[in-house]
């Protein structure tokens, strides 16, 4: 299983991304991939037209349980405006499956503003697959690691 992060090239050096952190405590699964509109990464295109991996966003058409069907999942690591930019003006990213976590409660993240109702960040996202995949060490170890990060003052 991989997990990519199609990472906005501003989401890099902020000191409240949690993509970074999931990169640093994940054994190798979770993988950073800069976003370029305009050179896309070869490798995430060879995947999306082999229909070998899933988008995971707030957008989603599919269920839930799809994350379930595929070994790679791409999670968009930028702000929830960026993100939306992104996804608009990435056409390889509308011809992939999207799916949604339907998660109740909401996020414990607490370095940045603005989040929407229901709206997780980056490492909250990689947590919830990796539960759903059932790889619920590495969920935990992840939890561990957010939970230091979230409670630093930034």
């Not at 299983?1 to 890099?12: A, D, P, S, Y």
């Not at 409660?105 to 709206?119: A, D, T």
């Amino acid at each position: 299983m991989k997990i990519f992060l199609l990472t906005h090239e501003r989401e890099i050096d902020r000191t409240t991304n949690t993509g970074s952190i999931a990169i640093e405590h994940s054994d190798g699964v979770v993988e950073r991939i800069l976003w370029q509109r305009v050179n896309p990464n070869k490798d995430i295109l060879k995947l999306i037209d082999n229909n070998e991996a899933l988008l995971l966003y707030s957008k989603g058409d599919a269920a839930p349980s799809m994350i379930h069907d595929y070994e790679n999942i791409i999670i968009i690591d930028s702000t929830w405006q960026e993100s939306q930019k992104i996804v608009n003006k990435s056409q390889y990213l509308k011809k992939i499956p999207h799916a949604t976590l339907k998660i109740t409660g909401s996020s414990n993240y607490k370095l940045r503003r603005n989040q929407p109702e229901g709206g997780l960040c980056t490492i909250e996202c990689i947590i919830e697959v990796l539960k759903i995949k059932g790889e619920n060490q590495l969920a935990s170890k992840l939890e561990v690691a957010f939970a230091q990060f979230n409670s630093q003052k930034i």
